[in-house]
C-alpha cells in the first residue's frame, strides 16, 4: 500500500505528524517521532522568548485535553545552538519548524531559523483575528524565506475562508487547521477553585472533541482555496480519523491530544493500521484518499426507521433518546409514523445496529 504523500516539494513516507506541542519539544521527542515513522517532524512553537508555564499545566479528560502550556519553554538560542543542530545529525525527513507570533517575532525568528528548515508553520495564536494584521505577517514571513510556511488558523478566526483567501495572496502555502480551541475553563467543584488555568484562569481544549470543527474548517478552507496546501490538525486519534481528514481536503495531518490520552505509541500503531483501514474503505493509496472528491446528497424526506428484530436486544435506548417521542416499547420497538421527523438519532444511538433508515 502506498502511503506516500507530496505537497510543495516536500515528501512524505506517510501523512502523520506530530503537531506542535510537549511531545516535540526537544531533540530527543523529535528523534522519537522521527524513529516511530512519523512522514515529517513538526517542532514545539518556538517564539523570541521563552514561555512561563503554570504547573500543573495539562489536564485529560475521556476525549479531551486542556492545556495552560504556551510556546516553548527553552529560548531561541537553545534550539538554534543545541536541539536544531543535533536533531539535523539524523534527520531523514522533512523538518517543519513552528514559530509564533507576531510580525515582529518572524523578523527576528525566520531568519534565524531559515537553514534548520524545510517548512515553516506560523502559529496566530495570540495575534487576534484582524486579518489586515495577518497579512502583513505572512508578508514578513515571505520576505525572509523561500522554503515552504503554513499559517496555522485558531478556531476563533471568525472568516477561515477569509482567512486562507489573505494568506494566499501574500505568499503563504497553506494552512495548518486547526489549533486549539478557546479559552476554556476546569472547575473543581469540591475546592471552589479553577484548575490546571492561566492568571486568567483559562485554557485550551484538544483531542476528539475538536475533530469534527477541525474537519469542517479543513473542507470550508479548501473548497475556497483548492490550490492552498491544507494540514489537518484538531482530533485525530486513529486511522479513520486521517482518512476522513484526506478527504475532507487535507495533504497531510498532524497529531498530539490522543497520544496524550493514549500513550506515544500511537503514531506508530496509527502508521501501521492505515494500509488495511485504506485497504477496507477500498482506496490503493493516500493519494487516491486526497484526489477523492467527497458527495453530499440532501434529502428532505426519508422512510421510518426500520427495525430489524432479531438484532434488537431491548435496551429501550432509542424509547429514551427519541426527541419526538416517537418511539415505544409495546411487544416489539414500533415507531409513530405521525409523531416520527425521521432525524436518524435512534438508528445511530442503537447499540446492535438493530434500527436502519432507507
Known amino acids: 500500500m502506498n502511503l506516500k504523500t507530496e505537497f510543495d516539494g516536500l515528501k512524505l513516507s506517510n ?182 488555568g492561566n492568571e486568567s484562569g483559562f485554557v485550551w481544549t484538544s483531542g476528539p472533541v475538536i475533530k469534527n470543527l477541525a474537519l469542517a474548517t479543513v473542507y470550508t478552507i479548501k473548497k475556497a482555496e483548492p490550490s492552498l496546501t491544507v494540514i489537518g490538525v484538531g482530533g485525530i486519534e486513529n486511522a479513520d480519523d486521517v482518512i476522513e481528514f484526506l478527504l475532507a481536503g487535507a495533504s497531510g495531518v498532524q497529531m498530539l491530544s490522543a497520544a496524550l490520552l493514549k500513550g506515544k505509541q500511537l503514531y506508530e500503531k496509527i502508521i501501521n493500521d492505515l494500509p488495511k483501514r485504506l485497504e477496507f474503505y477500498g482506496f490503493n493509496s493516500i493519494e487516491e484518499v486526497i484526489e477523492t472528491a467527497l458527495t453530499n446528497h440532501v434529502l428532505y424526506k426519508r422512510t421510518l426507521p426500520i427495525l430489524i428484530e432479531e438484532k434488537c436486544i431491548h435496551c429501550n435506548l432509542c424509547v429514551k433518546v427519541c426527541p419526538y417521542f416517537a418511539i415505544d416499547m409495546l411487544d416489539k420497538i414500533t415507531f409513530n409514523e405521525k409523531k416520527c421527523f425521521e432525524c436518524g438519532l435512534c438508528v445511530v444511538k442503537c447499540p446492535t445496529n438493530a434500527i436502519i433508515m432507507e
Open 15 to 196: 501523512p502523520l505528524m506530530p503537531a506542535a506541542g510537549p511531545l516535540v519539544g526537544d531533540t530527543e521527542k523529535l528523534i522519537f517521532m522521527k524513529n516511530a515513522g512519523c512522514g515529517a517532524v513538526v517542532t514545539k512553537t518556538i517564539s523570541t522568548k521563552d514561555a512561563h508555564i503554570p504547573k500543573p499545566c495539562i489536564y485529560a479528560g475521556k476525549d479531551y485535553v486542556m492545556n495552560s502550556e504556551l510556546w516553548s519553554e527553552y529560548p531561541k538560542e537553545k534550539w538554534i545552538e543545541e536541539f536544531l543542530p543535533e536533531y539535523l545529525l539524523v534527520k531523514d525527513r522533512p523538518l517543519i519548524i513552528s514559530v509564533g507570533y507576531t510580525k515582529d517575532d518572524m523578523e527576528i525568528l525566520i531568519p534565524l531559523l531559515d537553514d534548520f528548515a524545510d517548512a515553516f508553520e506560523i502559529s496566530t495564536h495570540y495575534v487576534g483575528t484582524d486579518l489586515h494584521v495577518i497579512a502583513e505577517t505572512v508578508k514578513t514571513i515571505r520576505s525572509h524565506t523561500e522554503k515552504p510556511f503554513y499559517m496555522k488558523i485558531s478556531p476563533h478566526i471568525p472568516n477561515p475562508a477569509g482567512f486562507a483567501k489573505v494568506i494566499k495572496e501574500n505568499g503563504a502555502n497553506g494552512v495548518v487547521a486547526i489549533n486549539s480551541l478557546g479559552p476554556t475553563m476546569k472547575i473543581d467543584i469540591m475546592s471552589r477553585s479553577i484548575l490546571y
